[in-house]
C-alpha cells in the first residue's frame, strides 16, 4: 500500500468506510450482507510524507461491492415488478 499522491509507503490507517453501519441496523438474519457491506467499505489512510488523504477499497472489497450493487439491483427489479404488479391489480379491481 503507497500513497497515490507521492508513493512514500509512509501512510497511516485511519478506519474503515462506515464501521458504524454493521450488524444493529440490520439484524441477526442480514448479518451476512451487513458483512458484505464491512468488507465493501473503502480504507482510508493518511499520508504521513505528504498529508494527502486516501480511500483504498481491497480486491474482495470491489467483488463485495460487486455483489452488493447486483443485490441491489434484483431487489429494486423485484420490488418495481410488485409494485407495478400490485397497482395493475388494484387498477383491475377498481375499473370492473
Ligand atoms: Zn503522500
Same mark, same amino acid.
Given at each position: 500500500?503507497?500513497?497515490?499522491?507521492c508513493?512514500?509507503?509512509?501512510?497511516?490507517?485511519?478506519?474503515? @468506510?462506515?464501521?458504524?453501519y454493521p450488524?444493529?441496523?440490520f439484524?441477526v438474519?442480514?448479518?451476512?450482507?451487513?458483512?458484505?457491506?464491512?468488507? /465493501? /467499505?473503502?480504507?482510508?489512510?493518511?499520508?504521513?510524507?505528504?498529508?494527502?488523504? /486516501?480511500?483504498?477499497?481491497? @480486491? /474482495?472489497?470491489?467483488?463485495a461491492?460487486?455483489?452488493?450493487?447486483? &443485490?441491489?439491483?434484483?431487489?429494486?427489479?423485484?420490488?418495481t415488478?410488485?409494485?407495478?404488479h400490485?397497482?395493475?391489480l388494484?387498477?383491475?379491481? &377498481?375499473?370492473?
Amino acid at each position: 500500500m503507497k500513497c497515490p499522491s507521492c508513493n512514500s509507503t509512509d501512510i497511516q490507517f485511519r478506519g474503515m @468506510g462506515y464501521a458504524w453501519y454493521p450488524t444493529g441496523a440490520f439484524g441477526v438474519i442480514a448479518l451476512p450482507f451487513a458483512k458484505l457491506i464491512q468488507i /465493501s /467499505s473503502p480504507r482510508y489512510y493518511h499520508c504521513n510524507a505528504c498529508g494527502a488523504d /486516501s480511500a483504498h477499497r481491497t @480486491g /474482495s472489497g470491489k467483488i463485495a461491492f460487486a455483489i452488493l450493487a447486483i &443485490l441491489a439491483l434484483t431487489v429494486l427489479g423485484i420490488f418495481t415488478a410488485l409494485v407495478y404488479h400490485g397497482t395493475y391489480l388494484l387498477h383491475h379491481h &377498481l375499473t370492473r
